[in-house]
Protein backbone atom coordinates (compact mmCIF):
# COMPACT_ATOMS: atom_id res chain seq x y z
CA UNK A 1 0.00 0.00 0.00
CA UNK A 2 1.18 3.17 -0.89
CA UNK A 3 2.43 6.41 1.52
CA UNK A 4 0.36 8.74 2.30
CA UNK A 5 3.29 11.01 1.01
CA UNK A 6 3.03 8.93 -2.30
CA UNK A 7 -0.20 8.67 -2.63
CA UNK A 8 -0.65 12.51 -2.93
CA UNK A 9 2.28 12.71 -5.28
CA UNK A 10 0.63 10.24 -7.33
CA UNK A 11 -2.96 12.37 -7.60
CA UNK A 12 -0.89 15.66 -8.10
CA UNK A 13 0.75 14.60 -10.98
CA UNK A 14 -2.31 13.08 -12.74
CA UNK A 15 -5.22 15.63 -11.55
CA UNK A 16 -5.40 19.62 -11.96
CA UNK A 17 -9.80 19.85 -12.03
CA UNK A 18 -10.63 23.73 -12.56
CA UNK A 19 -13.61 23.01 -10.34
CA UNK A 20 -14.19 21.65 -7.08
CA UNK A 21 -15.22 18.37 -8.68
CA UNK A 22 -17.45 16.44 -6.16
CA UNK A 23 -19.46 14.36 -9.09
CA UNK A 24 -17.66 11.20 -9.32
CA UNK A 25 -20.42 9.23 -9.19
CA UNK A 26 -21.98 10.59 -12.38
CA UNK A 27 -18.47 10.79 -14.12
CA UNK A 28 -14.57 10.28 -12.69
CA UNK A 29 -12.20 12.74 -13.45
CA UNK A 30 -9.45 11.38 -16.63
CA UNK A 31 -5.76 11.17 -15.26
CA UNK A 32 -3.49 12.54 -17.20
CA UNK A 33 -2.06 9.65 -18.38
CA UNK A 34 -5.23 8.56 -19.81
CA UNK A 35 -5.59 11.84 -21.74
CA UNK A 36 -1.86 11.09 -23.28
CA UNK A 37 -3.12 7.68 -23.93
CA UNK A 38 -6.34 8.51 -25.80
CA UNK A 39 -4.28 11.02 -27.96
CA UNK A 40 -1.78 8.30 -28.94
CA UNK A 41 -4.45 6.00 -29.52
CA UNK A 42 -6.22 8.68 -32.02
CA UNK A 43 -2.82 9.33 -33.45
CA UNK A 44 -2.67 5.31 -34.04
CA UNK A 45 -5.70 5.38 -36.33
CA UNK A 46 -4.90 8.75 -37.87
CA UNK A 47 -1.83 7.27 -39.57
CA UNK A 48 -3.05 4.07 -40.37
CA UNK A 49 -0.90 1.80 -38.35
CA UNK A 50 -1.97 -1.46 -36.92
CA UNK A 51 -3.65 -1.79 -34.30
CA UNK A 52 -2.68 -4.84 -32.66
CA UNK A 53 -1.73 -2.32 -29.44
CA UNK A 54 -5.46 -1.30 -28.84
CA UNK A 55 -6.37 -4.75 -29.02
CA UNK A 56 -3.65 -5.46 -26.41
CA UNK A 57 -5.19 -2.86 -23.95
CA UNK A 58 -8.11 -4.17 -24.06
CA UNK A 59 -6.79 -7.95 -22.41
CA UNK A 60 -4.79 -5.57 -20.03
CA UNK A 61 -8.22 -4.03 -18.88
CA UNK A 62 -9.71 -7.40 -18.47
CA UNK A 63 -6.83 -8.70 -16.15
CA UNK A 64 -6.72 -5.28 -14.05
CA UNK A 65 -9.86 -5.90 -13.37
CA UNK A 66 -9.98 -8.95 -12.83
CA UNK A 67 -7.50 -8.30 -9.98
CA UNK A 68 -9.12 -5.84 -8.50
CA UNK A 69 -12.49 -8.18 -8.25
CA UNK A 70 -10.64 -10.74 -7.05
CA UNK A 71 -11.09 -13.28 -9.52
CA UNK A 72 -9.84 -15.05 -12.78
CA UNK A 73 -9.55 -13.07 -16.26
CA UNK A 74 -11.00 -15.74 -17.54
CA UNK A 75 -14.77 -14.86 -15.67
CA UNK A 76 -14.53 -11.29 -17.15
CA UNK A 77 -16.34 -10.29 -20.41
CA UNK A 78 -16.27 -6.98 -21.67
CA UNK A 79 -18.53 -5.13 -23.41
CA UNK A 80 -20.13 -1.42 -23.25
CA UNK A 81 -22.50 -1.08 -20.49
CA UNK A 82 -24.18 -2.55 -17.37
CA UNK A 83 -27.59 -2.81 -19.27
CA UNK A 84 -26.14 -4.66 -21.76
CA UNK A 85 -24.61 -6.84 -18.79
CA UNK A 86 -27.93 -6.97 -17.59
CA UNK A 87 -30.23 -8.26 -20.53
CA UNK A 88 -27.69 -11.13 -20.77
CA UNK A 89 -28.72 -12.90 -17.35
CA UNK A 90 -32.50 -11.45 -18.01
CA UNK A 91 -32.49 -13.86 -21.22
CA UNK A 92 -31.18 -16.57 -19.21
CA UNK A 93 -33.85 -16.81 -16.59
CA UNK A 94 -37.00 -19.13 -17.27
CA UNK A 95 -40.11 -17.89 -17.62
CA UNK A 96 -42.59 -16.99 -14.04
CA UNK A 97 -38.97 -16.43 -12.38
CA UNK A 98 -39.08 -14.08 -9.41
CA UNK A 99 -36.41 -11.56 -9.20
CA UNK A 100 -35.86 -9.68 -6.15
CA UNK A 101 -34.43 -5.80 -6.22
CA UNK A 102 -34.12 -2.84 -4.48
CA UNK A 103 -36.82 -0.06 -4.73
CA UNK A 104 -35.47 2.52 -6.90
CA UNK A 105 -32.03 1.12 -7.74
CA UNK A 106 -30.78 2.44 -11.17
CA UNK A 107 -32.53 1.23 -14.12
CA UNK A 108 -29.51 -0.89 -16.06
CA UNK A 109 -29.80 -3.39 -12.74
CA UNK A 110 -33.52 -3.44 -13.01
CA UNK A 111 -35.19 -2.69 -16.68
CA UNK A 112 -33.84 -5.66 -18.56
CA UNK A 113 -36.02 -7.60 -16.19
CA UNK A 114 -39.07 -5.42 -16.35
CA UNK A 115 -38.95 -5.83 -20.24
CA UNK A 116 -38.96 -9.33 -20.15
CA UNK A 117 -42.44 -9.27 -19.50
CA UNK A 118 -42.97 -13.03 -18.33
CA UNK A 119 -40.57 -12.16 -15.00
CA UNK A 120 -41.55 -11.59 -11.64
CA UNK A 121 -39.77 -8.36 -10.43
CA UNK A 122 -40.34 -7.82 -7.29
CA UNK A 123 -38.59 -4.42 -5.22
CA UNK A 124 -38.23 -3.66 -1.39
CA UNK A 125 -36.18 -1.47 0.45
CA UNK A 126 -32.27 -2.11 0.29
CA UNK A 127 -32.11 -2.84 4.14
CA UNK A 128 -34.54 -5.34 4.10
CA UNK A 129 -33.50 -7.25 0.37
CA UNK A 130 -31.55 -10.03 2.40
CA UNK A 131 -34.41 -10.89 4.57
CA UNK A 132 -36.61 -10.35 1.34
CA UNK A 133 -35.25 -13.35 -0.37
CA UNK A 134 -37.85 -16.27 -0.21
CA UNK A 135 -38.01 -20.03 -1.49
CA UNK A 136 -38.36 -19.22 -5.19
CA UNK A 137 -36.55 -16.46 -5.63
CA UNK A 138 -34.49 -17.22 -8.77
CA UNK A 139 -31.95 -14.23 -8.55
CA UNK A 140 -31.59 -11.04 -6.39
CA UNK A 141 -30.06 -8.50 -8.20
CA UNK A 142 -28.71 -5.23 -6.65
CA UNK A 143 -26.15 -2.35 -6.73
CA UNK A 144 -23.25 -2.72 -4.02
CA UNK A 145 -23.28 1.19 -3.78
CA UNK A 146 -27.09 3.02 -4.39
CA UNK A 147 -26.73 5.83 -7.00
CA UNK A 148 -29.16 7.80 -5.65
CA UNK A 149 -28.01 8.28 -1.81
CA UNK A 150 -24.79 6.00 -1.49
CA UNK A 151 -26.06 3.63 0.64
CA UNK A 152 -24.24 0.55 0.80
CA UNK A 153 -25.93 -2.82 0.73
CA UNK A 154 -25.08 -5.68 3.25
CA UNK A 155 -23.64 -7.97 0.95
CA UNK A 156 -22.44 -10.55 3.51
CA UNK A 157 -26.16 -10.69 4.20
CA UNK A 158 -27.30 -10.90 0.87
CA UNK A 159 -24.68 -13.71 0.45
CA UNK A 160 -26.34 -15.67 3.14
CA UNK A 161 -29.56 -15.76 2.46
CA UNK A 162 -29.38 -16.12 -1.03
CA UNK A 163 -27.00 -19.59 -0.51
CA UNK A 164 -29.86 -20.24 2.26
CA UNK A 165 -32.80 -20.09 -0.56
CA UNK A 166 -30.96 -21.27 -3.82
CA UNK A 167 -31.10 -18.06 -5.22
CA UNK A 168 -28.55 -16.66 -7.34
CA UNK A 169 -27.03 -13.31 -7.21
CA UNK A 170 -26.01 -10.41 -9.12
CA UNK A 171 -24.25 -7.17 -8.11
CA UNK A 172 -23.57 -3.83 -9.81
CA UNK A 173 -20.44 -2.12 -8.26
CA UNK A 174 -20.44 0.92 -10.68
CA UNK A 175 -21.15 3.27 -7.57
CA UNK A 176 -18.26 1.51 -6.01
CA UNK A 177 -15.41 -0.31 -7.65
CA UNK A 178 -12.59 1.55 -7.25
CA UNK A 179 -13.11 3.32 -3.91
CA UNK A 180 -14.90 0.26 -2.49
CA UNK A 181 -13.05 -3.33 -2.27
CA UNK A 182 -14.65 -5.98 -4.04
CA UNK A 183 -15.02 -9.47 -3.60
CA UNK A 184 -16.78 -10.50 -6.53
CA UNK A 185 -16.14 -13.81 -6.24
CA UNK A 186 -18.82 -14.02 -3.66
CA UNK A 187 -21.69 -13.92 -5.89
CA UNK A 188 -22.68 -15.25 -9.04
CA UNK A 189 -22.44 -12.47 -11.93
CA UNK A 190 -21.45 -8.95 -11.33
CA UNK A 191 -21.15 -5.52 -12.95
CA UNK A 192 -19.29 -2.28 -13.38
CA UNK A 193 -18.73 0.29 -15.73
CA UNK A 194 -15.37 1.99 -16.10
CA UNK A 195 -16.37 5.74 -16.98
CA UNK A 196 -16.97 6.82 -12.73
CA UNK A 197 -14.66 5.73 -10.21
CA UNK A 198 -12.28 3.63 -12.11
CA UNK A 199 -11.25 7.00 -13.80
CA UNK A 200 -11.81 5.71 -17.44
CA UNK A 201 -13.75 6.89 -20.27
CA UNK A 202 -16.99 6.35 -21.23
CA UNK A 203 -18.13 3.22 -23.46
CA UNK A 204 -16.39 0.17 -21.59
CA UNK A 205 -17.84 -2.13 -18.67
CA UNK A 206 -17.38 -5.21 -17.05
CA UNK A 207 -19.39 -8.56 -15.98
CA UNK A 208 -17.93 -11.43 -14.09
CA UNK A 209 -20.09 -14.53 -14.29
CA UNK A 210 -18.72 -18.18 -12.55
CA UNK A 211 -16.45 -20.34 -14.17
CA UNK A 212 -19.23 -22.61 -15.65
CA UNK A 213 -21.12 -19.34 -17.05
CA UNK A 214 -23.96 -20.30 -14.86
CA UNK A 215 -26.65 -20.92 -17.48
CA UNK A 216 -26.23 -17.71 -19.32
CA UNK A 217 -26.69 -17.85 -23.29
CA UNK A 218 -24.41 -15.22 -24.90
CA UNK A 219 -27.41 -13.94 -26.89
CA UNK A 220 -25.40 -10.43 -28.06
CA UNK A 221 -22.27 -12.90 -29.39
CA UNK A 222 -20.43 -11.70 -32.45
CA UNK A 223 -16.98 -12.22 -33.96
CA UNK A 224 -15.04 -11.40 -30.87
CA UNK A 225 -16.81 -13.79 -29.01
CA UNK A 226 -15.59 -16.49 -30.47
CA UNK A 227 -12.45 -18.65 -29.47
CA UNK A 228 -10.56 -17.60 -32.59
CA UNK A 229 -11.67 -14.45 -33.29
CA UNK A 230 -10.39 -13.67 -36.56
CA UNK A 231 -12.07 -17.03 -37.74
CA UNK A 232 -15.36 -16.27 -36.87
CA UNK A 233 -15.69 -12.99 -38.95
CA UNK A 234 -18.18 -14.71 -41.55
CA UNK A 235 -21.09 -17.12 -40.94
CA UNK A 236 -21.89 -18.46 -37.94
CA UNK A 237 -19.28 -18.77 -34.87
CA UNK A 238 -18.20 -22.24 -34.84
CA UNK A 239 -16.64 -22.22 -30.95
CA UNK A 240 -17.71 -19.99 -28.67
CA UNK A 241 -14.63 -18.75 -26.34
CA UNK A 242 -13.79 -21.52 -24.15
CA UNK A 243 -13.89 -18.31 -20.86
CA UNK A 244 -16.03 -15.18 -20.46
CA UNK A 245 -14.93 -13.86 -23.46
CA UNK A 246 -17.73 -15.62 -25.20
CA UNK A 247 -20.36 -12.84 -23.36
CA UNK A 248 -17.53 -10.16 -25.15
CA UNK A 249 -18.81 -7.08 -27.04
CA UNK A 250 -16.95 -5.80 -29.63
CA UNK A 251 -14.74 -3.40 -27.68
CA UNK A 252 -14.80 0.82 -27.97
CA UNK A 253 -10.77 0.42 -28.75
CA UNK A 254 -10.03 4.03 -27.97
CA UNK A 255 -11.81 3.37 -24.45
CA UNK A 256 -9.52 0.31 -23.29
CA UNK A 257 -6.66 2.53 -24.40
CA UNK A 258 -7.18 4.98 -21.98
CA UNK A 259 -9.18 2.93 -19.26
CA UNK A 260 -6.00 0.52 -19.19
CA UNK A 261 -3.94 3.86 -17.65
CA UNK A 262 -6.81 4.44 -15.38
CA UNK A 263 -6.76 0.83 -13.71
CA UNK A 264 -2.96 0.95 -13.53
CA UNK A 265 -3.14 4.61 -11.51
CA UNK A 266 -5.88 2.75 -9.08
CA UNK A 267 -3.60 -0.36 -9.08
CA UNK A 268 -0.56 1.82 -7.86
CA UNK A 269 -2.34 3.69 -5.42
CA UNK A 270 -4.22 0.47 -4.07
CA UNK A 271 -8.10 0.55 -3.64
CA UNK A 272 -7.72 0.23 0.68
CA UNK A 273 -5.84 3.59 0.45
CA UNK A 274 -8.61 5.19 -1.90
CA UNK A 275 -11.08 3.87 0.25
CA UNK A 276 -9.74 5.51 3.49
CA UNK A 277 -9.22 8.50 1.71
CA UNK A 278 -13.24 9.18 -0.27
CA UNK A 279 -14.62 8.03 3.49
CA UNK A 280 -12.79 10.40 5.35
CA UNK A 281 -13.97 12.88 2.95
CA UNK A 282 -17.22 12.10 3.34
CA UNK A 283 -17.49 11.84 6.96
CA UNK A 284 -15.92 15.10 7.59
CA UNK A 285 -18.70 16.63 4.80
CA UNK A 286 -21.24 14.47 7.10
CA UNK A 287 -20.05 16.22 10.21
CA UNK A 288 -19.91 19.78 9.02
CA UNK A 289 -23.40 19.15 7.58
CA UNK A 290 -24.40 18.56 10.81
CA UNK A 291 -23.17 21.43 12.35
CA UNK A 292 -25.09 23.67 9.66
CA UNK A 293 -28.23 21.62 10.89
CA UNK A 294 -28.47 19.06 7.48
CA UNK A 295 -29.05 15.65 7.81
CA UNK A 296 -27.94 13.74 4.62
CA UNK A 297 -29.28 9.99 4.25
CA UNK A 298 -27.99 7.72 6.53
CA UNK A 299 -25.03 5.50 4.58
CA UNK A 300 -22.21 5.10 6.53
CA UNK A 301 -19.25 4.16 5.07
CA UNK A 302 -19.92 5.02 1.80
CA UNK A 303 -18.13 7.70 -0.27
CA UNK A 304 -21.51 9.23 -1.21
CA UNK A 305 -23.20 11.68 0.60
CA UNK A 306 -26.69 12.65 -0.58
CA UNK A 307 -28.49 15.74 1.67
CA UNK A 308 -32.59 15.80 1.28
CA UNK A 309 -34.17 18.92 0.14
CA UNK A 310 -31.01 21.04 -1.03
CA UNK A 311 -31.13 19.21 -5.13
CA UNK A 312 -32.07 22.89 -5.97
CA UNK A 313 -28.88 24.13 -4.86
CA UNK A 314 -26.86 22.05 -7.48
CA UNK A 315 -27.30 24.59 -10.43
CA UNK A 316 -25.95 27.96 -7.92
CA UNK A 317 -23.05 25.65 -7.03
CA UNK A 318 -21.76 24.92 -10.29
CA UNK A 319 -22.17 28.69 -11.68
CA UNK A 320 -19.73 29.00 -8.29
CA UNK A 321 -17.68 26.35 -9.70
CA UNK A 322 -18.45 23.43 -7.15
CA UNK A 323 -19.65 20.07 -9.15
CA UNK A 324 -22.38 18.34 -7.56
CA UNK A 325 -25.46 16.70 -8.65
CA UNK A 326 -29.41 16.50 -7.89
CA UNK A 327 -31.25 13.33 -7.41
CA UNK A 328 -34.25 13.26 -6.75
CA UNK A 329 -34.48 16.60 -5.05
CA UNK A 330 -30.94 15.75 -2.99
CA UNK A 331 -27.65 17.13 -3.40
CA UNK A 332 -25.47 14.19 -3.96
CA UNK A 333 -21.56 14.84 -3.39
CA UNK A 334 -18.98 12.20 -4.31
CA UNK A 335 -15.61 12.19 -3.08
CA UNK A 336 -12.80 10.77 -4.76
CA UNK A 337 -8.79 10.26 -4.56
CA UNK A 338 -8.53 14.38 -6.57
CA UNK A 339 -10.58 15.57 -3.83
CA UNK A 340 -8.88 17.30 -0.39
CA UNK A 341 -10.33 18.90 2.56
CA UNK A 342 -10.38 22.49 1.43
CA UNK A 343 -13.12 20.89 -1.20
CA UNK A 344 -15.22 19.92 1.41
CA UNK A 345 -14.85 22.97 3.57
CA UNK A 346 -15.55 25.05 0.45
CA UNK A 347 -18.82 23.32 -0.41
CA UNK A 348 -19.41 23.66 3.39
CA UNK A 349 -19.35 27.17 2.80
CA UNK A 350 -21.27 27.64 0.05
CA UNK A 351 -24.26 25.46 1.79
CA UNK A 352 -24.11 27.90 4.90
CA UNK A 353 -27.44 30.21 5.33
Known amino acids: METTQTFDRLV ?17 LLPARTVAALHEAAVLRAEGRPLTPLHEDVEACRAAYARLAGVRATRVAVGASVAAHTGVIAASLPAGAEVLTSEDDFTSVLNPFHVRGDLKVRAVPLERIAESVRPGTALVAVSAAQSADGRVADLAALREAAREHGARTYVDFSQSAGWLPMTADAFDFSASVSFKWLLGPHGAAFLVVPEDFGGLTPVLAGWVAGEAPWDSCYGPVQELARSARRFDLTPALFTFAGLRRSLELIEELGVEAVHAHDVALADRFRAGLADLGHTPVPAPGSAIVSVPGLGGRQGGLSRAGIEVSDRAGNLRAAFHLYNTTDDVDRLLGALTG
Open 12 to 28: RAEFAPRSTYLNTASNG
